[in-house]
């Protein structure tokens, strides 16, 4: 969904039509509807309300995003634009080259958003210089999360190598246990692709072949091994998988129907939502040491209505309040994104996020963050294509790959 899409003036008149909201109220869309979700975003409508402003919640299911965003582009042409949108990343520079966002400068001076957010953060929520977005916290998108009681039950050890990984889902597979919980959907397969890439090739590799789009990286020999990696391990999804919602999948793990499962960060929202507590009744390890950032961030269309600017405002402030960012970041399953936030009262896996997000040899991006969105869904469909196509060899995925690549030239 490219905002050059849309006119100009529809999307003016459809910001206008903010103003007609309550004093004070910020209609906030969104796509947190899971269980862990929902109970994160009623920890920032609870602040909010608490500091006499009203959340007016607008939920748009659908874990990647994609409805959401259709719904706002449709709501911005109608005439009834929300007060804040979440947002994908490369669609922040994309709706604020047509000049319908709201300058956030006075916020992010006030709070000192240049010094507490990790500078790769930052700048991507400026267009020209100028910040036009709030983030709320980082994910980290190349989690292992695992179910003690079927490693027990199979005798088999937590992976953290992807030797480690097969010789354990080979066990699980042996117990009567579906080894990796997966929902078939495109951004799933390729997030799978991504936690692949940096465990087989490392950070190096990763940042060369996935954010650079280095010819050479992407036709290597290492490629080659992830491609073949990445195919293994849908050998030990089930049948059922193709079309499952993530959080699903996370719930059979959760019922130990599944010993493990590569999901974000965003997956420990449903076991805490579950009154699971990490390193008791669900692990988390990290196969490859690197941290693939991702993260949820909003956007304020330009309003005129001085009440409801104060209430954009201050929701902008809001995500950022160091006790709010504990709150929520513990419901949510991510991390805080101010870095002097202190995590110590934060569960073990957060804990082991937060050290690795603070080492910036450790980050490397989510590609959904720094390429544009058109790339983006170009690419996921390959990925998924080709986990879903056995016949289709490795030189056919990358000739495809590199055609995907092309596709917002």
């Not at 006499?52 to 409805?67: M, P, Q």
């Not at 669609?91 to 300058?103: K, P, T």
């Not at 490397?364 to 963050?369: C, F, L, Q, V």
């Amino acid at each position: 969904m490219a905002m050059t899409r849309i006119s100009i003036a529809l999307a003016v008149a459809g910001l206008m039509g903010a103003t007609l909201a309550h004093a004070g109220e910020v209609e906030v869309l969104h796509w947190w509807t899971s269980g862990g979700e929902a109970k994160a975003a009623a920890a920032l409508k609870a602040t909010m309300e608490a500091k006499g402003h009203t959340w007016k919640d607008f939920a748009v299911a659908g874990g990647a995003g994609d409805a959401a965003m259709t719904v706002l582009k449709s709501r911005v042409v109608s005439g009834n634009a929300p007060a804040a949108a979440q947002i994908k990343g490369p669609s922040i520079q994309e709706w604020a080259r047509e000049g319908v966002l709201a300058n956030m400068d006075d916020v992010a001076k006030a709070n000192q958003w240049d010094s507490l957010l990790p500078k790769a953060i930052a700048d991507g929520l400026k267009y020209q210089g100028h910040y036009v977005a709030a983030p709320v916290n980082v994910h980290r998108v190349n989690w292992l999360w695992a179910n003690p009681e079927a490693f027990k039950k199979a005798g088999a050890k937590v992976p953290t190598t992807w030797d480690e990984f097969f010789v354990a889902a080979e066990a699980l597979k042996k117990a009567g246990i579906i080894p990796v919980a997966h929902g078939g959907q495109n951004w799933q397969d390729f997030t799978t692709f991504e936690s692949v890439a940096l465990g087989v090739g490392g950070p190096e590799f990763y940042k060369k072949a996935l954010v650079q789009l280095d010819p050479a990286s992407l036709k290597g020999a290492t490629m080659q091994k992830v491609l073949t990696t990445f195919k293994h391990v849908k050998d030990y999804t089930d049948k059922n998988a193709p079309g499952r919602d993530w959080n699903l999948a996370t719930a059979m793990v959760i019922k130990g129907e599944a010993g493990m499962q590569l999901m974000g960060d965003w997956a420990k929202g449903e076991f805490n939502a579950a009154g699971q507590t990490a390193g008791k009744e669900y692990g988390c390890a990290i196969v490859g040491q690197s941290y693939v950032m991702g993260g949820d961030v909003f956007v304020f269309p330009k309003i005129s209505n001085p009440d409801q600017i104060a209430a954009q405002d201050l929701l902008a402030k809001t995500f950022l309040d160091p006790e709010t960012q504990v709150k929520f970041n513990t419901k949510k399953g991510s991390i805080p994104v101010r870095t002097d936030v202190d995590v110590s009262s934060m569960d073990p896996c957060a804990q082991t996020g937060a050290k690795l997000l603070a080492d910036p040899k450790h980050q490397a991006p989510n590609i959904s963050i720094v390429v544009p969105a058109s790339v983006v869904g170009a690419v996921e469909d390959v990925v998924s294509q080709f986990w879903n196509t056995p016949a289709m060899s490795i030189d056919d995925f990358i000739a495809k790959y590199a055609v995907a690549l092309k596709s917002d030239l």
